[in-house]
């Protein structure tokens, strides 16, 4: 019999799956799945002899392909992806030329899309025989059973639910186990959420006992803490920081049933772990500058109607995120969501902190360093509606939020928003898409906006909001050239003006930051025999010497040796250690300077968590004088006390194999000369370079942005690069030379006679192949093919002729793989 329902009811599903696969497949569904099946929500379906969980992507009333397999079960009871995101991942693949299965698998947590499986608990009775509750012989256990059983159910007390497979310690056969469970040694559940909950114990007053005796006075202080906790519940954890040793009594009043225990799910919050270290101070009542509030009354409107993309350029210290927290409030008031994404949150405790100050909980944490847990916490706390601000790196952009009305990305014209892994995505550009796609507004911020960014102003297709001051009293820093001290010695950066303004500055009880973008002691151990650096022998760089190691690594693959006493290719004794890198400077400065406090941040010193967020800490309250550092310096840090900022060696930036190396120069002296001077006393910037007329340090000394932008286009523009042009860099991957080679060979030419078929010359051209400037990475040769239009049409008309999807796919000995508007061209 057939109701109404059914009839309406749609009878198919399309089911996309996290695999390389473009389309969905198509699923029956069951009758009594047919009315609750929902677009977004996750599906157990069959695939092969396999078990798979997919999402569903479309309902559908008729199919016309045959023998279609029902689908097996609904693992939400609500959608997990909104329609919005659903299309947002759609138009991403199709983009990047990505199959939609894989984006689905990047976008997703680990573990959220694997078939549920059998989870073992503690059962009943085997919390009583952990407790001591003697074995029954009507389990009929023998002595080693009983050992395994034992143990098992320690671990489950310990850690929690263990996925079926985990839990059959040598000997344990399934059939055994559900004989235990019959038992209720323990307990076998089928989870619909295949993540690994993490519990914790929690004691309840029970109202109906009577208080424990006088005599008891552990107990009467634990009975008395719990009837002032909310709800009169508190976890192990909370008691045993309040009462140490508390174990036997709590136990005690267990057994007495004084107190109920209970299991109960915890979120894992990254937050309060790790990032809550500084004093969360506030600023919500600030009065705006006149700057500001006009940016902020700019985006207001956008928030109900979004229109373009705003880019909120502003100088260094100017209080973007002051703009950006307003916008934000203003969003959440209309009950709308908000995503903002951070190059890299581990660089910006800050900037969390004062979200956190002002938005409380309803901040969710979002980066890769989370664990999977963490990440699933943070996922559900999204999905509850417990969370309305997601904060993240790059792969943020992916969040579940389904009213998302406001998309905030700092710093846009950071390289860190590319992912260059599987699909190569840019998150900076995706949250232009996806603000467009979802209806929300779009923020883009940065003291220097890529080149992209600025030509879509000079086009219309953005809106620029200018903070040109910083508010107060601070003001810019005096910025001035110094010739490099090459001429003398190679390994001193350390000229005698810096020194001397180091000594100035420290005179002074103020802070000063060397920055130079090489880690490690000497960058390089020359050979004057082959007259050659010495190589790594996995990759085509040279080894860089860390004196703190005592030994040579390879920053591309982490291959590490001690100093050799010969060469290895040329037997010869005569090394010599070479350039400066930063161990060595700060050796150095240490010797010059034996009283001040001097520090490095580097990536050799992030080993152990937390270690960041202390440095960090350090040099904003004023206990180190000197800090040394990579790029990690220059990133957004608000230090109040850096008075002198010093860029050791300019030029090294300059010479990369990069038509962007200009612009990053740029940007990168102007970011690192904003950390000097923010606040009361005007800071001071010292550049060493033997290029003070190139434009890239020129404009920086100067401050002088508009005209670094003007002459970057016109060299784009000459030179026929983006912005003015787009492209797409194949890179061919191979451990036998050879073949890449000629891969690359037959790509480019098959790529510049489609060229020609399609009357497509003048409009796209093919260049390549070529090795890559790093030739060699991990004992992969690598070969580039960059192709390039003025035209994203023209562009992807060729890529779609080419069928480079299947390119992508075939191949074991050789790899390649498509780089749509690349970012790094090493
Ligand atoms: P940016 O991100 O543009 O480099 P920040 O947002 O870090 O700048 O702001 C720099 C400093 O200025 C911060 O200490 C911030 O608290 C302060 N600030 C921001 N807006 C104002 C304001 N309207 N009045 C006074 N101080 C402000
Ligand atoms: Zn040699
Ligand atoms: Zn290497």
Redesign the pocket.
């Known amino acids: 019999m057939s109701s109404a329902w059914d009839q309406q009811a749609p009878r198919y599903a399309e089911v996309l799956l996290p695999l390389p696969l473009d389309t969905p497949y198509i699923y029956a569904l069951p009758e009594n799945l047919r009315v609750q099946a929902t677009v977004g929500m996750r599906a157990q379906v069959p695939l092969g002899n396999t078990t798979r969980v997919g999402i569903i992507t479309a309902l559908r009333e008729q199919s016309d392909v045959r023998q279609i397999r029902p689908l097996e079960r609904l693992l939400d009871d609500a959608p997990l992806l909104g329609e919005g995101l659903l299309s947002f991942y759609a138009w991403l693949a199709d983009y990047y030329f990505a199959p939609l299965g894989s984006v689905l698998d990047l976008a997703l947590p680990t573990g959220l899309l694997l078939p549920p499986g059998t989870r073992v608990f503690l059962g009943m009775m085997g919390k009583k025989v952990l407790d001591g509750f003697p074995m029954s012989a009507a389990w009929g256990l023998d002595a080693k059973e009983e050992k395994l059983l034992l143990k098992l159910l320690g671990v489950l007390r310990k850690s929690g639910p263990l996925p079926l497979g985990k839990a059959l310690p040598g000997g344990l056969t399934e059939a055994r186990l559900r004989q235990w469970a019959a038992a209720e040694l323990v307990m076998l559940k089928d989870e619909r959420n295949p993540f690994a909950v993490k519990t914790e114990r929690v004691y309840q007053w029970n109202e109906e006992a009577e208080p424990p005796t006088a005599r008891a006075k552990k107990q009467r202080d634990i009975w008395a803490y719990l009837q002032e906790c909310p709800q009169k519940t508190s976890s192990r954890a909370e008691l045993l920081q309040h009462f140490p040793s508390c174990q036997s009594s709590l136990k005690a009043m267990v057994n007495k049933e004084l107190v109920l225990e209970d299991q109960r799910e915890c979120l894992r919050s990254p937050l309060s772990t790790q990032l809550l270290h500084e004093g969360d ?1 506030d ?1 919500a009542t ?4 006149e700057e ?1 509030q006009r940016a902020v009354d700019a985006i207001l409107p956008a928030l109900v109607q979004p229109d373009t993309p705003f880019l909120l350029h ?11 927290l307003r916008a934000m409030e203003a969003c959440l008031s209309r009950g709308k969501q908000v995503l903002m994404l951070l190059p890299e949150i581990a660089l910006a405790p ?2 969390v902190t ?1 979200l956190r100050a002002r938005f409380g909980p309803r901040v969710a944490v979002w980066h890769s360093a989370l664990s999977h847990g963490e990440r699933r916490d943070e996922w559900t706390r999204i999905l509850r509606d417990e969370a309305d601000i997601v904060v993240g790196a790059r792969s943020a952009i992916f969040a579940p939020l389904k009213k998302l009305g406001l998309i905030v990305v ?1 710093e846009e014209h950071e390289g860190s928003y590319k992912n260059e892994e599987g699909v190569y995505y840019h998150a900076r550009d995706m949250a232009v898409m996806r603000g467009r796609i979802e209806q929300a507004a779009v923020v883009l ?1 940065s ?1 220097t906006p890529s080149v992209e960014s600025i030509n879509q102003v000079r086009l219309k297709r953005y809106q620029r909001l200018s ?1 040109r001051e ?3 009293t ?1 003001v810019l820093p005096q910025v001035d050239t110094v010739a490099l001290p090459y001429a003398t010695k190679e390994d001193n950066l350390l000229s005698s003006e810096l020194l001397l303004a180091c000594r100035q500055r420290l005179s002074r009880g103020e802070q000063a930051i060397l920055f130079l973008n090489r880690r490690g002691f000497s960058p390089y151990i020359f050979c004057h025999g082959c007259e050659s650096p010495v190589q790594c022998p996995h990759c085509a760089v040279s080894l860089t010497y860390h004196r703190i190691q005592g030994k040579l690594l390879c920053h591309l693959c982490g291959f590490a040796s001690p100093v050799p006493k010969h060469c290895p290719s040329c037997e010869s004794t005569e090394l010599e250690l070479k350039g400066v890198g930063t161990q060595k400077v700060e050796d150095e400065i240490s010797q010059s300077f034996p009283e001040a406090r001097v520090a490095r941040l580097d990536r050799d010193v992030l080993g152990r968590k937390g270690e960041l967020t202390r440095l960090l800490q350090e040099v904003r309250a004023g206990d180190i004088d000197l800090l040394i550092g990579t790029q990690m310096v220059a990133k ?1 840090h ?1 230090f ?1 006390g850096v008075t002198l900022v010093a860029v050791l060696n300019a030029d090294q930036s300059l010479h990369f194999p990069d038509f962007r190396a200009g612009e990053r120069t740029f940007q990168l002296l102007t970011q690192v000369s ?1 950390r000097s001077g ?1 606040r009361d006393i005007p800071g001071q910037v010292l550049i060493q370079t033997d290029s003070p007329d190139h434009p890239a340090i020129r404009c920086a000394v100067e401050l002088d942005d508009k005209g670094f932008y003007k002459e970057e286009l016109k060299a784009r523009h000459a030179l026929g690069y983006p912005p003015f042009t787009r492209l797409a860099l194949l890179r061919i991957e191979s451990r036998d030379e050879q073949q890449a080679g000629e891969v690359s060979h037959h790509l480019a030419d098959a790529l510049r006679s489609l060229v020609h078929k399609q009357n497509l010359e003048g409009k796209v051209f093919v260049l390549g192949p070529a090795s890559a400037p790093i030739a060699k990475i991990k004992d992969t040769f690598r070969f580039h093919v960059l192709v390039k239009s003025p035209t994203v049409r023209a562009l992807r008309s060729l890529l779609k002729q080419a069928k480079v999807r299947e390119l992508l796919q075939g191949g074991k000995e050789v790899r390649i793989r498509l780089d749509i508007d690349p970012v790094h061209m090493l």
Do not use: I, M
Not at 286 to 289: A, D, E, F, K, Q
């Open positions: 101070e600023n600030l009065t705006l500058t500001q502003g100088v260094t210290g100017s209080g973007k995120t002051e703009v950006y800050q900037v004062r700092d911020g003291a903070l910083r508010p107060g601070t957004g608000d109040p904003g923010r």
